[in-house]
């Protein structure tokens, strides 16, 4: 018990029950849900498995510190007092940022800037040397979050945001965010137990994070590179330890994984990403405009996507999202159809009615995920032939 700390996972609004979920399912212990964000109790290798494996954090921090305080002296005071030179050499570097949410301070970017200096004079003090800063590659990433008068310092063991799996080099006008895209895959309960299609697929996150979810493949396997790998305490052997049991999870998919996009050069940057994903054994996408198609064979269909919004394409609403249900009314029976919109209005003019709507964010647009059941013949024949 003595190499277990607490961990803070940060995530996506609305995502937070998904969190805790993966989390316990990894092994986390002491699992706890905050607003965007989950914190839990692990040891190193537990950190480098959460960083690894789960799909819906986007940031992993290692807290080491946490004060009350009042003004600009005391949060100077308390972290010149902390003993920094188990994280960092005075040779080293370091990137710190803030989030603040106080009367006292107002501004991040400060609170940042005065967290640097008291870390940089302590080391010029003790050492005769200071580190140097730097944004891209830091020998360590120190996060500050002040709420109220409460301050909590931490280690970003991540770097990168976690979306930023590795996988995506071509993306369209408005991709989505993979941990986004791996949420509302969660969300709307497939299990890969049934094809799936996203039939505006833009370049393919939707359907790479699907896959992976159906094979259990871990989502950052292809990251280049997290933060804690350069931290002192860097443990590769173990590292590479915890990336073998996650890939001994790993199982067969048998169902078919469909993209369409009536964009040509979307379907070009998504075969890109899926190829990139190591993902072309089950997923095949074609140039194809969703309004003109129907569904083949009789197999149960899980259909999700992210629809134009308005925001990012200029286009009809009002005639687009009639026509869109429209198509999935006529030509996709036997379907569970959900998709994402920051368009409330749009939804009126689908002419469906929805079976589940979920409040989510799309960056910082205000969204819902929305299901409808598209049953085989009408509701009234479904349910009959359910009660014979």
Known sequence: MDNNYRMVAKTLY????????????????????????VSFVGDKGFMYKANL??????????????FRVRNEKDLYKHIYDMDWDQYLKPSGSLA???????????????????????????????????PNVDLKFPDIKIHVHIDRNQCDVSLDSSGESLHKRGYKTATNIAPINEVLAAGLVMLSGW?????????????????????MIACN????LMRKEFAFERWQDWDVDLFETIEESLLKKTRDFHHKMIGYDKSPSAISKAKANIKNAHLEEFIHVQHEDFFKTQK???????????????ERLDIEMETFYKTLGDTLKHGYPGTDAWFITSNLEALKH???????????????????????VMYEGSKKASKQNLED
Request: glycine fraction near 8%.
């Open 14 to 37: 609305g995502f937070e029950d998904l969190l805790e979920r993966e989390l316990i399912q990894l092994g986390a212990m002491h699992v706890k849900k905050g607003i965007r964000n």
């Open 53 to 66: 494996g789960l799909r819906t954090a986007i940031k992993i921090l290692k807290p080491i510190h946490s």
């Open 96 to 130: 710190v940022d803030a989030t603040v949410n106080s009367k006292v301070f107002a501004h991040s970017l400060y609170i940042a800037q005065k967290t640097k200096d008291a870390i940089v004079d302590k080391f010029r003090d003790d050492h005769g040397q200071r």
């Open 191 to 211: 299990d890969g137990q049934t094809d799936f299609m996203d039939p505006m697929c833009g370049s393919g996150t939707i359907l790479v994070e699907a896959a």
């Open 217 to 220: 493949i871990p989502p950052n």
């Open 296 to 310: 083949a064979g009789e197999n149960k269909l899980h259909m999700l996507f992210n629809p134009p919004y308005g």
């Open 350 to 372: 689908v002419g469906l009615r929805t079976s589940k709507k979920i409040k989510l964010f799309n960056a910082k647009l205000e969204s819902r995920l929305v299901k409808y």
